[in-house]
């Protein structure tokens, strides 16, 4: 046996080739133990190359203990052990391999492989997870029948779960059992998964549209039981969307998913066993607010949604992520959409877009939806191919229209189930499902950053023409984008103006269109006008570009006020007062006094008192740009002066509508029990913003409204909105809250998040200090994804001014804890890094502090891969 080692080197798109050999068959074995499992897998395997390949497995973190070809063992001669890889020198062309390995998922911190969480043994295996189960092809074009036997001690683990079907369970002497399980379906394996624990279950059924019964089971520790209904019944939701928007039903007799509390995703597909974060699993009224019931739903629809896209048809390789993620967030969004309000799901996918991918895209990680190459590709599971990736999606489906895209989907089922493909397969079966040249479209998947949308009106009073022309850019000489523009024109009125473009026949003026750009600059002649119109463009955010438009105050005002358009509505909410907060920032700068503009409180006013339009919207279009987004907006970013200006206006608008905004506090108290019914969320979510601003006037008497509520309250929802206003004033209801809530949920550990987030999202004084305290506080952990973020991700991102301290205190914290994380989770180290990637944007002192930070990070000996590409790009 000789051994060998490499240094990692970037995998590139270009590089791909098809593996040399298939393996059509996995039978594993695994007799469970937290420090010594044993893993015998047996893999029937041919060849699919030119004769005299190397057949090279991979394997990582793995005692091997024996191989055998076609039941002989192999000596240390008949292969090569590198230090992540297993190689057998041209073997047959088909042939049986028996592998025999050990793993000690107990000390598996990664939480990558087969790892144990809470006493129960879990996996997850992508993108490149399974290498650390056993050596394999472990690559996702390489698609295999699995059947897997399970073997542990029963009173430990009663609950012995793989993919597919159970086919049978035997007690064996010793007080063990062996459960064996069979997938009938071909998948990668990065869908594989295993479960074992004492878990108790919550049990559901569903019947599909042709009349089968498939059993629905959640997994969860035995108190978590009765927070289980939502998701049992998000999951039957999603099933019967599913059938009847795709036509598409589900493949097997049983539907598990599993919560688990250390978990570094949000949930995983794996092939008829999902698991998932607790957190998008368990939701009751007491201990879950309207926005995490919303996310279990969406979360558990997206996780169902996989069975097709993403298992049934899988990606090629892991260059096409986005063929399986951007197309079912897109499918998720349409569900929610469905299930709730189109406008409060859209603006709020428009705004993670904006907040999470829009820096991204301006920084040092920019990729295409489909990157070129990587280091790590759990590094590539990103807004861009998620968010970006969904847009894409959603752009086609503006373009043929939503029976034109179920055709395409038929399409790329009948020419694909079962097979790994590309984004490029995906669009060609759009194309001819439909008729149409989706050629230039490719663009979307080749081209980094977001493009900018430069838009020009000129009206003719003599002729009734308006003229739009509309210009995109993209910072470099790539070829023009494929950009679908829905648009109206607003007459002086508040109606939509009928659009007939010139040369058109006289009937054919919808009000609402869609033009498609595909040049770098294009106009557009609109005519029969009887008055100049205002433009209301990218209506529902018809395409992921930055909009530059002249458009005034007044302007933006009037179309927050009446664009029939939701989401415009709302977005020219947020382009009037980002563009008000932007000159607050700037004025004090330079240290002169601030002001109000009264336009922006009159326009608040008309939204308040708004009763046409529902809570939810109402409270979306009340909430203020947040510091990250202004941020994106300056040349250089100035984190004190955003802060400084967006606490004043909340002030000032709390001081100026202070009449109604009590009045509708008090006109939404609740009348009845918590309820996930529309009206009660609508109502809460006014409320609370309502709240919101009224506890920035540090008065006795809005503070107790806040005290009241949360005293007083019979949910999770109205006691964190509660929570996360009294934390921001310096007042004894501070301390007393944050201690009845500790005392009350103490043993509930995603409600104890929600406690360090709050405090690590506050803006009071002292905001490094109280992140280091919070760090030492004994319920604290760096081992626990969800833990950590509430305290690492919520501090940067919900509290930017304190992390960006001048003295450089918060970024030295936040290094701290990434250097110690990083030798367990690398995953989690990495994600962690991104508030430093934009450091170039910053002043000179505060660049250079971050900087030292990035540089010391880098120096750290045994660097995962992770965190050293991710910091490399961001010095570089």
């Not at 119109?533 to 302007?555: D, H, I, K, Q, Y």
């Not at 309250?713 to 921001?728: G, K, P, Y």
């Not at 002292?766 to 690492?792: C, K, T």
């Not at 304190?802 to 290094?815: M, Q, V």
């Amino acid at each position: 046996m000789s051994v060998t080692t490499a240094p990692p080197e970037p995998i590139l798109r270009s590089n791909y080739r098809p593996s040399d050999y298939q393996i059509e068959t996995v039978d594993l074995h695994f007799e469970l133990d937290e420090l010594k499992t044993r893993v015998r897998s047996s893999m029937a395997i041919r060849r699919a190359g030119e004769p005299g390949a190397d057949l090279v497995l991979q394997g990582e973190e793995l005692t091997l203990l024996s191989v055998a070809l076609d039941g002989e063992t192999l000596d240390e001669g008949a292969y090569t052990l590198g230090e992540d890889t297993l190689t057998l020198h041209s073997p047959p062309d088909s042939f049986c391999l028996q592998i025999e390995v050990q793993v000690a998922p107990a000390e598996n911190k990664a939480l990558s492989g087969l790892y144990v969480s809470g006493g129960n043994f879990c996996t997850q295996c992508e993108a490149e997870g399974f290498r650390r189960i056993t050596y394999f092809l472990d690559r996702p074009d390489v698609m295999a029948r699995y059947s897997v036997t399970i073997e542990g001690d029963r009173e430990r683990y009663p609950v012995m779960l793989s993919n597919g079907n159970r086919i049978e369970t035997e007690a064996l002497e010793g007080g063990r059992q062996r459960v064996r399980w069979e997938d009938p379906f071909p998948k990668p394996s990065y869908l594989f998964a295993l479960v074992a624990g004492d878990l108790a279950c919550h049990k559901g059924a569903y019947r599909t549209g042709s009349g089968r019964d498939v059993e629905l089971e959640l997994f969860v520790a035995e108190r978590d039981l009765y927070k289980c209904p939502h998701a049992m019944q998000s999951l039957q939701r999603a099933m019967r969307w599913d059938e009847e928007v795709f036509g598409l039903e589900y493949d097997l007799n049983i539907y598990m998913v599993v919560a688990v509390s250390d978990f570094n995703m949000g949930a995983m597909e794996n092939k008829g066993l999902n698991i998932f974060n607790s957190k998008y699993v368990l939701a009751a009224a007491d201990t879950a607010t309207d926005a995490d019931f919303e996310n279990v739903e969406g979360i558990i629809g997206h996780e169902y949604f996989h069975n097709w896209t993403g298992n049934r048809v899988t990606c090629r390789d892991w260059f096409q992520l986005t063929l399986k993620e951007g197309l079912t967030v897109f499918r998720d969004q349409e569900f929610s959409s469905d299930m709730g309000s189109r406008a409060v799901t859209r603006i709020g996918e428009v705004r993670k877009l904006r907040a999470g991918q829009y820096p991204e895209d301006a920084g040092p990680m920019s990729h295409p939806i489909r990157p070129e190459s990587y280091i790590e590709m759990d590094n590539f599971y990103t807004a861009t191919v998620y968010c970006k990736g969904a847009e894409v999606i959603r752009m086609i489906h503006t373009l043929v229209g939503a029976d034109g895209f179920r055709k395409g989907m038929d399409r790329y089922f009948e020419r694909h189930d079962g097979q790994a493909v590309t984004c490029d397969d995906f669009r060609a079966a759009m194309a001819d499902a439909n008729g149409v040249d989706l050629g230039p479209f490719e663009q979307w998947y080749v081209q980094s950053g977001t493009p900018r949308l430069k838009v020009k009106g000129e009206w003719d009073e003599a002729s009734g023409e308006f003229s739009l022309t509309l210009a995109q850019q993209s910072g470099d000489d790539s070829p023009p984008l494929h950009i679908p523009v829905r648009l109206g024109l607003v007459g002086s009125d508040g109606r939509d103006c009928p659009l007939r473009l010139r040369g058109e026949a006289e009937d054919s003026a919808p009000t609402e269109r869609v033009l498609e750009l595909l040049e770098r600059e294009q106009t557009f002649v609109f005519t029969g006008l009887t008055a100049k119109p205002l433009p209301s463009l990218l209506r529902g955010f018809s395409a992921p570009v930055l909009l530059e438009m002249e458009r005034s105050r007044e302007e933006l005002a009037f179309l927050l006020a009446h664009d029939s358009d939701s989401f415009n509505r709302w977005d020219a909410g947020q382009e009037l007062f980002a563009d008000a907060l932007l000159e607050l920032a700037a004025a004090s700068a330079k240290g002169e006094e601030l002001e109000l503009d009264p336009q922006l409180a009159e326009a608040f006013g008309r939204v308040l008192s708004d009763e046409s339009v529902d809570g939810s919207l109402r409270a979306l279009a009340l909430t203020l740009p947040s510091e990250g987004e202004l941020a994106q907006r300056m040349e250089v970013i100035e984190p004190e002066h955003l802060h400084l200006a967006r606490e004043f206006m909340r002030h000032a608008l709390a001081q100026a509508l202070r009449a109604p905004l009590v009045e509708i506090y008090a006109a939404l108290a609740p009348t009845g029990p918590y309820t996930t019914e529309a009206e009660d969320i609508h109502r809460r979510r006014l409320r609370n913003c309502a709240l919101a601003y009224l506890t920035t006037l540090a008065e006795d008497e809005t503070t107790a409204m806040a005290w009241e509520q949360f005293q007083a309250t019979d949910n999770m929802t109205d006691s964190q909105a509660a929570l996360a206003c009294l934390v921001e004033l310096d007042v004894p209801q501070r301390a007393e809250a944050l201690a009845e809530f500790y005392s009350r949920w103490a043993t509930d550990a995603l409600v104890i998040d929600k406690w360090f987030s709050v405090q690590a999202g506050s803006s009071m004084p002292g905001s490094v200090q109280r992140m280091r305290e919070l760090a030492s506080h004994p319920e604290f952990s760096l081992a626990n994804p969800n833990r950590a973020r509430s305290v690492l991700t919520f501090f940067p991102s919900m509290n930017p001014a304190g992390f960006h301290e001048a003295d450089g205190s918060g970024y030295a914290f936040l290094a701290d804890n990434i250097l110690a994380i990083d030798g367990n989770n690398p995953q989690l180290a990495a994600r962690l890094v991104g508030p430093f990637l934009l450091w170039k944007r910053y002043d000179q002192g505060r660049a250079g502090l971050m900087k030292s930070e990035l540089e010391r990070i880098l120096s750290a000996s045994s660097l995962s891969k992770n965190t050293l590409e991710i910091v490399t790009r961001a010095l570089s």
